[in-house]
């Protein structure tokens, strides 16, 4: 499995060189079929069932699917439960959860997507205001609505790629402050909004995070530049809010093109997981009041690098709130029971 050696992702700063790059993109599989969706995102993975104790050798090469497809994508996964969906995430590295938002009840480890406690419908990496923002996010769909509720991903990587060389050389230059004031979920639904104005409030003042991240990372373990941006972005360093605004939108828009965009119609039991560096990915909120729900654990990332070998730098960690004895239902966050 030589081929197959995937570098330490140290949880600490870490810069990568040529050396740490032992991914090969032209890897044979021998033990999972892949089937991309797009040349440049998306692949179905047929031939697992997904378990905690799948063997070392499966494991490593869905790590590598998912390097190379950015997002991956498994049907008919109804046996797993939200423990089982734990148990497969720790294969993956360290479950890291959410600094504002509770578990849900009777897990470790799991947040519950669920429409009646909010819709994420805004271009976003997952918890990008954190300095260590999950490298991979596995979500499993649990109730799909009649019509609509897609998901879409973005390659952050590709859009690097696509960049004309004066943007590459502008981009690989900034750097950007993330932050959780401000919120990409919220926007309220009527009938469930007292729900979602509870939530969406708990997570801007549970915890002020502030974190400057390089616009360009360095993928620790693919060594390609890849675009940190979406939905957290509050502004450049060194920019007003005015020109932080024109180049947040250029380079989104370089992001969310057609071409670098795989999207997935939910089936119950399906589970995606993507690679939370070098994507970005939305919810289309479509489907009117009906109900959508999914669960969904983060594994825990290292520090981004930039080009020039800086970390990424903690500016603001205020926590206001220990949100750890509150639990997530059907949308509701209260109390626990002890
Ligand atoms: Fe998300």
């Given at each position: 499995?030589s081929q197959?050696?995937?570098a330490?992702t140290d949880v600490?700063?870490?810069?990568p060189?040529?050396?740490?790059?032992?991914?090969?993109?032209?890897?044979?599989?021998q033990?999972?079929q892949?089937?991309p969706?797009?040349?440049r995102i998306g692949?179905e993975?047929?031939?697992?069932?997904?378990?905690?104790?799948?063997s070392s050798d499966?494991?490593?090469?869905i790590?590598?699917a998912l390097l190379?497809?950015?997002?991956?994508?498994f049907?008919g996964q109804?046996?797993?439960?939200?423990?089982?969906?734990?148990?497969?995430?720790s294969l993956?590295g360290?479950?890291?959860n959410?600094?504002?938002v509770?578990?849900?009840?009777?897990?470790?480890?799991?947040?519950?997507?669920d429409?009646?406690g909010g819709?994420?419908?805004?271009?976003?990496t997952?918890i990008t205001f954190?300095?260590?923002y999950p490298?991979?996010?596995?979500?499993?769909?649990?109730v799909t609505?009649?019509v609509g509720?897609?998901?879409?991903?973005?390659?952050t990587?590709s859009a690097y790629?696509g960049l004309?060389?004066?943007?590459?050389?502008?981009a690989?230059s900034?750097?950007?402050?993330?932050?959780?004031?401000y919120?990409?979920a919220d926007?309220?639904?009527?009938h469930?909004?007292?729900n979602t104005v509870e939530n969406r409030?708990?997570?801007?003042t549970?915890v002020e995070?502030e974190t400057?991240?390089?616009l360009v990372r360095?993928?620790?373990?693919t060594?390609?530049?890849?675009l940190?941006?979406?939905?957290f972005?509050?502004?450049f360093?060194?920019?007003?809010?005015t020109?932080?605004?024109?180049?947040?939108e250029?380079f989104?828009?370089?992001?969310?093109q057609w071409?670098?965009?795989?999207r997935?119609r939910?089936?119950?039991?399906?589970?995606?997981?993507w690679?939370?560096?070098a994507?970005?990915h939305?919810a289309?909120n479509?489907?009117?009041?009906?109900l959508?729900?999914?669960?969904r654990v983060?594994i825990?990332g290292?520090?981004?690098?930039g080009?020039?070998?800086r970390p990424?730098?903690?500016?603001k960690?205020?926590?206001?709130?220990?949100?750890?004895?509150l639990?997530?239902?059907?949308?509701?966050i209260?109390e626990?029971?002890?």
């Amino acid at each position: 499995m030589s081929q197959l050696a995937i570098a330490n992702t140290d949880v600490h700063t870490h810069i990568p060189s040529h050396a740490d790059h032992a991914y090969n993109p032209e890897y044979q599989y021998q033990h999972i079929q892949v089937n991309p969706v797009t040349v440049r995102i998306g692949a179905e993975i047929s031939g697992v069932k997904l378990a905690g104790d799948l063997s070392s050798d499966v494991v490593s090469e869905i790590q590598h699917a998912l390097l190379k497809h950015k997002v991956i994508f498994f049907r008919g996964q109804q046996h797993l439960t939200d423990l089982e969906q734990e148990a497969f995430a720790s294969l993956l590295g360290n479950p890291l959860n959410h600094p504002s938002v509770p578990i849900k009840d009777g897990t470790a480890h799991t947040l519950s997507i669920d429409s009646r406690g909010g819709r994420a419908d805004s271009w976003h990496t997952d918890i990008t205001f954190l300095p260590n923002y999950p490298k991979a996010s596995i979500l499993r769909n649990v109730v799909t609505p009649d019509v609509g509720g897609d998901t879409v991903w973005a390659n952050t990587t590709s859009a690097y790629a696509g960049l004309p060389p004066v943007l590459k050389t502008l981009a690989d230059s900034l750097r950007a402050v993330h932050t959780n004031a401000y919120d990409y979920a919220d926007h309220g639904v009527p009938h469930h909004a007292e729900n979602t104005v509870e939530n969406r409030k708990l997570f801007r003042t549970a915890v002020e995070i502030e974190t400057e991240h390089p616009l360009v990372r360095v993928h620790p373990e693919t060594g390609e530049k890849t675009l940190v941006l979406g939905h957290f972005f509050k502004r450049f360093s060194g920019l007003n809010s005015t020109d932080s605004r024109y180049l947040f939108e250029e380079f989104q828009n370089h992001i969310t093109q057609w071409e670098n965009i795989v999207r997935w119609r939910w089936a119950v039991g399906d589970v995606a997981i993507w690679d939370n560096r070098a994507t970005q990915h939305r919810a289309i909120n479509d489907y009117g009041d009906a109900l959508r729900v999914a669960s969904r654990v983060t594994i825990e990332g290292d520090i981004p690098v930039g080009v020039d070998g800086r970390p990424s730098q903690v500016i603001k960690n205020v926590k206001n709130q220990d949100i750890s004895n509150l639990r997530s239902e059907e949308g509701r966050i209260y109390e626990k029971a002890s």
